[in-house]
């Protein structure tokens, strides 16, 4: 069976003042429609770059990207990115923001009433329809990110690409999202890239977890499977055998493995 999304032989290089510095190496990745993968690596290695050329914001220098057997060269609603800070409008609502992203995508194609019910839909999805009116200064870190990943699971992406979408939350926050982000996976079964920092994120969350070496010239290091059934409750994975098994493995990896060595 092809791949959903094919990540073949990536390789990406920028020069800047006459030196080039190759930061991705051969990099291929093959997922499934419907998985849940995330990345993990030190700062810096070339994540979110990786996540810039599946999205189609960067070209590789190398090799390229398929999705269902389409190469990827530009940026496509079929591929919605939400970043760490949230990429809201400041003088839109939350509705509008939302709002702005369907219209785009469905604009021709569903009646204003179609798109009217569809964002609600959305936000009602990420427990903020409540909060339609307000403006993003008027709304915390947490319902921001929120409503980011409602604008971007509105466009009805095929892949719906996570840089590092929690890192800037207090704990209590980034645990109710993560739990909301499972719960929308589960209902949706649409397919995730995420970014993560975090091991135990990347454990809770994932199907699939690909580790990234060091760069310059990052790689796949090694990709592991957590074979946990879902639904998946934080509190029952403490004493599971298989949520430690994954967590000492990362953990090795990048601490044991492919220690982070501060650039000069
Ligand atoms: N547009 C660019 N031009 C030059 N160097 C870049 C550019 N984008 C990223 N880099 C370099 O690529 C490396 C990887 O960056 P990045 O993908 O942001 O890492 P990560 O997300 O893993 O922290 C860094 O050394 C960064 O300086
Ligand atoms: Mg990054």
Known sequence: MN???????????????????????????????????????????????????????????????????????EPGPDRAVVFQNHSLLPWLTVYENVALAVDKVFGGK??????????????ALVNMAHAKDKRPAEISGGMKQRVGIARALAMEPK??????????????????LQDQVM??????NNTMIMITHDVDE???????????TNGPAATIGEVLTVALARPRRRLELVDNHEYNRCRAAVLEFLYARNRFVEAA
């Open 183 to 188: 719960e929308i996976h589960a209902r949706l």
């Open 159 to 176: 892949i719906l690409l996570l840089d590092e979408p929690f890192g800037a939350l207090d704990a209590l926050t980034r645990a109710h």
């Open 110 to 123: 569903r009646s204003r009433a179609e798109r009217r019910e569809w964002i609600m839909e959305n936000l």
């Open 3 to 73: 791949p959903y999304l094919k990540i073949d032989h990536v390789g990406i290089s920028f020069s800047r003042a006459g030196a080039t510095t190759e930061v991705l190496r051969d990099v291929t990745l093959k997922i499934q429609q419907g998985e849940y993968v995330s990345i993990i690596g030190h700062s810096g290695c070339g994540k979110s770059t990786l996540l810039n050329i599946v999205a189609g914001l960067l070209r590789a220098s190398t090799g390229g990207v398929l999705l269902e057997e389409h190469e990827v060269d």
């Open 202 to 212: 990347a454990v809770l969350l994932s199907d699939r977890i690909v580790m990234m």
